[in-house]
Antibody
């Protein structure tokens, strides 16, 4: 079955760019039919949608983060990535990647990766 | 700015029935918002329960059901079990590719 796994640095310095990758196994991003998303969860808080991408590269972003977010896809590697620029302590969170059968829901989630922004 | 509202907390007795709701700070929720519901236990990734208002995700028991009740989306759990004690989040589609998570409901089974 399809599985998603996040990877990337667990510690990022303030003002730098947070970069995470989600590797998809058991299915191909390029086969289409799904969007691929990033969601985060601040410590002890609720979930926040960051954005998603279609295999063709078309993206949708949370308006509150849009100026700092870039989501890209690497179909040969079967991965998609998140870049969040100019990070502050407020970006400290668990970051999840997820598969979306449509733009309105998530069906398969990665286990999540904790990213701390600190000097 | 649109806010998706959920009860902060709720409790249910084992074997009982509970309905959690998902509303909008302005306006009514309809099937056009394609409400979906997710269950999360501490330290774990969310698990998808319901999408498109009332479609259960694969493997989700029929104790979980989704609907529209009045002007809100609703998640009903019947025959509550101890391991239903979790945080529950709804998501609403706002159009133009934008989705918003609700703040979550902490469900206690006692």
């Amino acid at each position: 079955q399809v599985q998603l796994q996040e990877s990337g640095p667990g510690l990022v310095k303030p003002s730098q760019t947070l970069s995470l990758t989600c590797t998809v196994s058991g299915g191909s991003i390029s086969s289409g039919g799904y969007y691929w998303s990033w969601i985060r969860q601040h410590p002890g808080k609720g979930l926040e949608w960051i954005g998603y991408i279609y295999y063709s590269g078309y993206t949708y972003y949370n308006p509150s983060l849009k100026s700092r977010v870039t989501i890209s896809v690497d179909t040969p590697k079967n991965q998609f990535s998140l870049k969040l620029s100019s990070v502050t302590a407020a970006d400290t969170a668990v970051y999840y990647c997820a598969r979306c059968p449509s733009v309105d829901a998530f069906d398969i989630w990665g286990q999540g990766t904790m990213v701390t922004v600190s000097s | 700015q649109t806010v998706v509202t959920q009860e902060p907390s709720f409790s249910v007795s084992p074997g009982g029935t509970v309905t959690l709701t998902c509303g909008l700070s302005s306006g009514s929720v309809s099937t056009s918002h394609y409400p979906s519901w997710y269950q999360q236990t501490p330290g774990q990734a969310p698990r998808t329960l319901i999408y498109s208002t009332n479609t259960r995700s694969s493997g989700v028991p029929d104790r979980f059901s989704g609907s529209i009740l009045g002007n809100k989306a609703a998640l009903t759990i019947t025959g509550a079990q101890a391991d239903d004690e979790s945080d529950y989040y709804c998501v609403l589609y706002m159009g133009s590719g934008i989705v918003i998570f609700g703040g979550g409901t902490k469900l206690t089974v006692l």
